[in-house]
């Protein structure tokens, strides 16, 4: 069989192998105790506890209405809500650690394990504050030597435009400050002369977007896909089930959405 510990000077640790099964191993432990607290809520005891990540443009755009709706609901039910970035998202669903995402992703690059179903497409802008050198700026190339604020983390937003600018022959930013909040991007974009990236949504909320305008730059890459991410083969309980489904009607209500297939 294969090694699953190994001794070193910093003492005894896990081995790959080791390492790949104790993350199986914490999935089934938190998979049994999601059961049992199901279990005792079907019984009439403590209330569910979900956990799920969410980006920021929901919070700006359908959270107020899905937390009304859930409360009313399931008034007894605790919830817990991270930020839905993927680096973060994707280790806490195979872990077991949140029930679900709604997040920003591109369904092929995501793994084996992860479910996405596509819930709206989102366009995304260059932005800056109103009083940038650069805001009456039309060309990529005028803003190519500009200080961005960016998230480049995997599957981000920002790495797409990348991506999509050396791929389209522009030139892509080389001064980069690297973030990966997307409200402390917001933040430092208002107060200084940088340029972000991120969804319009975001951009034009009339609170979140105070002091804010977006680039009139042309052409835009395309859109994005906001899912719903769950790990593949466990089911929702159904708190989690109903939250989720909240999010999904909300979302399909308010945002552009996908051709289904």
């Known amino acids: 069989g294969a090694e699953l510990l190994q001794r070193s000077y910093k003492g005894i640790g896990f081995t790959p192998e080791g390492n790949a099964l104790l993350i199986r191993a ?9 059961a049992r607290a199901e279990i005792r809520q079907m019984r009439g005891d403590a209330g569910a506890h979900v956990k799920a990540a969410i980006t920021p443009l929901v919070t700006a755009t359908v959270l107020p209405a899905v937390l009304r709706a859930f409360r009313k609901a399931q008034p007894e039910a605790e919830l817990t809500f991270h930020e839905g970035l993927l680096v973060q998202a994707l280790p806490g669903l195979i872990e077991g650690k949140i029930d679900f995402a709604i997040a920003l992703a591109s369904p092929q690059d995501l793994p084996y394990e992860i479910e996405f179903e596509p819930l709206a497409d989102i366009d995304a802008v260059p932005m800056v504050r109103t009083t940038h050198p650069l805001a009456d700026a039309q060309d990529w190339n005028q803003v190519a030597d500009a200080e961005w604020a960016l998230n480049l983390s995997a599957g981000s937003q920002s790495m797409n435009l990348v991506e999509w600018l050396r791929a389209q022959g522009f030139r892509a930013p080389s001064r980069i400050l ?3 909040s997307p409200y402390l991007i917001l933040d ?10 991120g969804p ?27 899912g719903l991410l769950t790990l593949r083969g466990v089911p929702l309980g159904s708190a989690a089930k109903k939250l989720a489904n909240l999010f999904r009607r909300e979302l399909e209500a308010r945002l552009p959405t996908p051709p289904r297939a």
């Open 26 to 34: 914490r999935l089934v432990l938190t998979t049994i105790d999601k």
């Open 188 to 197: 430092m974009v208002r107060r200084n002369d940088l340029i972000g990236y």
């Open 200 to 226: 319009k949504v975001l951009v034009t909320d009339p609170q979140v977007g105070v002091g804010l305008r977006a680039l009139a730059l042309q052409p835009l890459p395309p859109t994005m896909p906001l």
């Open 178 to 180: 690297h973030c990966s």
